[in-house]
């Protein structure tokens, strides 16, 4: 059964770095999967951050330039490398994966982020 854990979320302050990380089990990392980052804030939609397909990785302009995905896939884990953090990029941050880019869609349950002094 495949599953993502997300973790590395915490409370930082404004400036601070953070690496979130998400271990997928239940498929091997291949080089057409999709593999993104979301984040959602309370009585917001949740929106997409980062994302990769391939060699192919996409960034949200709000995050552009101090966030970055990559992937490790002997470990079978994904990352965020978030830097210069600031308020509003306090959320819960969720990992996604789309096997070979087709089927299902899943999601982790989610690490929370909050950047505050």
């Known amino acids: 059964q495949v599953q993502l854990v997300e973790s590395g979320g915490g409370l930082v302050q404004p400036g601070g770095s953070l690496r979130l990380s998400c271990a997928a089990s239940?498929?091997?990392?291949?080089?057409?999967?999709?593999l993104n980052w979301y984040r959602q804030s309370p009585g917001k939609e949740r929106k997409w951050v980062a994302a990769?397909?391939?060699?192919?990785?996409n960034y949200a302009d709000s995050v552009k330039g101090r966030f970055t995905l990559s992937r490790d896939s002997a470990k079978n884990t994904l990352y965020l490398q978030m830097n210069s953090l600031k308020p509003e990029d306090t959320a819960m941050y969720y990992c996604?994966?789309?096997?070979?880019?087709?089927?299902?869609?899943?999601w982790g349950q989610g690490t929370q982020v909050t950047v505050s002094s």
């Open positions: 996604y994966a789309k096997p070979r880019s087709r089927g299902p869609d899943y």
């Open positions: 990769s397909n391939g060699g192919i990785i």
């Open positions: 239940g498929f091997t990392f291949s080089f057409d999967d999709i």
